[in-house]
């Protein structure tokens, strides 16, 4: 299965944290490669447009966040940037171009 997943954490997605699946908040599924490489390509497109800001990462993986959203991290005891990134998967791992 092929899909297109996108990750809510307070880490930018390229870590690929072990575990990472776990902070999976939506999902777009494709039949083959070439159609979720496309569906990538216009989900990167629309979140330009929604969030205010962005960086680019390990295996060009994008991270996009609004400065004004933080959360409470009890573990770091600090606030910390919430980051949405958006991962290419193939069966539930990581899909490498």
């Known amino acids: 299965m092929y899909e297109v997943v996108i990750v809510k954490a307070d880490y930018e997605g390229w870590w690929l944290f072990e575990g990472w ?19 990538y390509k216009a989900i990167i497109d629309q ?29 770091c005891d600090e606030d910390v940037q919430i980051y949405y990134t958006p991962i290419m998967t193939q069966n539930n791992e990581f899909y490498k171009k």
């Open 47 to 75: 979140m330009k447009s929604d969030y205010n800001s962005y960086v680019q990462g390990k295996y060009e993986l994008y991270a996009f966040f609004n400065a004004c959203e933080i959360e409470f991290c009890e573990d």
């Open 21 to 39: 699946q776990e902070d999976i908040i939506n999902r777009h599924q494709y039949n083959d490669i070439a159609a979720m490489t496309s569906g």
